[in-house]
């Protein structure tokens, strides 16, 4: 069973930066897809950011130009960087590692993140 594991959440002072790592337990280039999601206190899970193997990444409107999705091979570990934050990004940030043959999707515990204004 494949374990995903999140962490660098926080709290920090808006116009901060954060940087989320997304660990797993096999080698991530064995996923194609790898998105980080986040669930702000009381909302529906939105996702935030996608990257996959062949180097596309995208981004959701509300945090383009401040956050980027990272990863590191070697480390097995998907990053999202996190810029000038605002309050409303607090939320719960989750990472989903998608293998497409066979399809199956791997959600790590989540981290919170706490911007204060």
């Known amino acids: 069973q494949v374990q995903v594991v999140e962490s660098g959440g926080g709290l920090v002072q808006a116009g901060g930066s954060l940087r989320l790592s997304c660990a797993a337990s096999?080698?991530?280039?064995?996923?194609?897809?790898m998105n980080w999601y986040r669930q702000p206190p009381g909302k529906e899970r939105e996702w935030v950011a996608v990257?996959?193997?062949?180097?596309?990444?995208s981004y959701a409107d509300s945090v383009k130009g401040r956050f980027t999705i990272s990863r590191d091979n070697a480390k097995n570990t998907v990053y999202l960087q996190m810029n000038s934050l605002r309050p409303e990004d607090t939320a719960v940030y989750y990472c989903?590692?998608?293998?497409?043959?066979?399809?199956?999707?791997?959600w790590g515990q989540g981290t919170q993140v706490t911007v204060s204004s």
């Open positions: 989903k590692l998608t293998t497409i043959l066979p399809r199956n999707d791997y």
């Open positions: 096999e080698r991530i280039s064995s996923f194609s897809v």
């Open positions: 990257s996959t193997n062949g180097g596309t990444t």
